[in-house]
């Protein structure tokens, strides 16, 4: 089968451009080069990916350092792994020797050794991934499909291509079940049922590579169906004993997606993962998959304030109340419990400090202040805090009611000594 026509379609004109300089420079240093993974898959269906990988059979290191020579890329050279990322303004390309790979032990990082195209594809994770499209001129377009990918592809099947492949590395059962809600496939026979025994391989994945998977499934559209399946087959037991994957998580992360800020939305989901964790649970969790610090001060503060929100389930609280409970707490950690939360008062407070308490400050600095007599150190942060407090109750609106109400906490200061 040739798929010239689709790449012509698919990919930009700047894009396609680029593969064929790089072909043009492969075949001067007589090197064989293929497209190879997620955009064969996805140049098959009909879906949009301009992330390029490409395999050569030679060394793609030295080829990737020609291609920077004579056009605008970075490049950024791996020799030991034999790889280089090629960046340009809007693109970037890997590029990958081709490699065998053998497992000394299960979750080990394989070791690798230079091989052929057949090689780097029979070492990949499920048959539809390990397809290449040769880019040689004499060639250009021919799908190479030696573990029939396409015929997978087209009865919407997630097989892998060796039995020992969860074994070899259990990744690969969170990819796997990635891949089949993102494309709505189906697990081939065999696949679900070694899925299914290899499930205890996931103790001998580093936490760094668990983390890095839950991280690629909360990139996808509708993880809470990845998260769901995941539950379902005892998959996320597995990683926590805590973890589930029901209903609520599946409500919650579509209500997380209509917020406004996407860009938090990974340390969202998480927030929302461990929502049902005891303060205690979490830091074995946190320990499994080695978060960074900043993700763990967010996820306790989730479970700390959860803890905290009956106090906010009042209707009479002030501004200031609120504010003075919230402003140690991670901002995600807060939007975290409005989601969670069930009480309309509870959300509405949790809110107002995202959206307004937080942002609010004395419109009068430490240099005003002391034109008007008072002297820095103890007792002019103490009018700021009152002038913060009147602030955020609504007491005072415009500068000069902040100077009367300085003045006047100022006297009494001084009243008071
Ligand atoms: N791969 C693998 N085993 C893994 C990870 C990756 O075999 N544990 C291979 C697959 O062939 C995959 C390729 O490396 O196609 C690139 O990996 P990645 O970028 O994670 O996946 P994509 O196929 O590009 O898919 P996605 O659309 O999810 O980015």
Aim: glycine letters at 6%; charged letters at 25%.
């Amino acid at each position: 089968m040739n798929l010239a026509r689709q790449i012509e379609q698919y990919l930009p004109r700047q894009l396609l451009k680029l593969v064929r300089d790089i072909s043009g420079q492969a075949a001067k240093l007589e090197q064989r080069i293929y497209l190879v993974g997620g955009v064969v898959r996805d140049l098959l269906l009909g879906y949009p990916n301009f992330d390029l990988d490409l395999v050569v059979e030679g060394d793609a290191v030295k080829l990737a350092q020609q291609v920077a020579e004579t056009s605008q890329a970075k490049l950024l050279a791996h020799h030991r792994f034999g790889t280089a990322k090629l960046r340009y303004e809007n693109f970037t390309l890997d590029l990958a020797t081709a490699r065998r790979e053998t497992y000394a032990r299960p979750g080990a990082l394989p070791a690798v050794t230079p091989g052929t195209l057949k090689d780097d594809l029979i070492r990949r994770d499920f048959s539809i991934n390990a397809m290449a499209i040769s880019l040689a001129s004499n060639d250009y377009g021919e799908l190479v499909d030696p573990y029939q990918g396409k015929n997978d592809l087209e009865h919407c099947l997630i097989r892998i291509l060796h039995p020992g492949s969860f074994n070899d590395d259990a990744t690969r059962i969170l990819r796997a079940i990635r891949y089949e809600q993102r494309l709505g496939f189906e697990l081939e026979t065999q696949t679900a049922q070694l899925l299914k025994q290899d499930i205890p391989m996931l103790d001998t994945i580093s936490g760094d590579r668990i983390r890095h998977e839950l991280e690629l499934i909360f990139k996808e559209k509708l993880p809470e169906f990845v998260i769901q399946r995941l539950g379902e087959l005892g998959v996320l037991q597995r990683i926590s004993p805590f973890l589930k994957g029901g209903g609520w998580i599946a409500e919650k992360f579509g209500k997380a997606r209509r917020l406004k800020k996407p860009s938090q939305l990974p340390s969202l989901y998480f927030c929302l993962l461990i929502y049902s964790f005891s303060e205690k649970d979490i830091e074995q969790f946190l320990v499994r998959l080695n978060i960074p610090a900043k993700l763990s001060r967010a996820m306790r503060d989730t479970l700390r304030l959860k803890t905290s929100l009956p106090f906010l389930d009042k209707p009479s609280r002030k501004p200031s109340e609120i504010y003075y409970l919230l402003r140690e707490y991670e901002p995600v950690a807060i939007q975290a419990n409005a989601l969670a939360s069930e009480s309309p008062t509870t959300q509405r407070y949790l809110q107002l400090f995202l959206t307004k308490l937080r942002y609010v400050k004395p419109s009068l600095n430490g240099e005003e202040l002391k034109r008007l007599g008072i002297s820095a150190g103890p007792e002019m942060g103490k009018v700021l805090q009152l002038l913060h407090k009147a602030k955020l109750d609504g007491e005072v609106s415009t500068k000069a009611d902040e100077k009367n109400l300085a003045l006047s906490l100022s006297r009494s200061q001084k009243d008071g000594r």
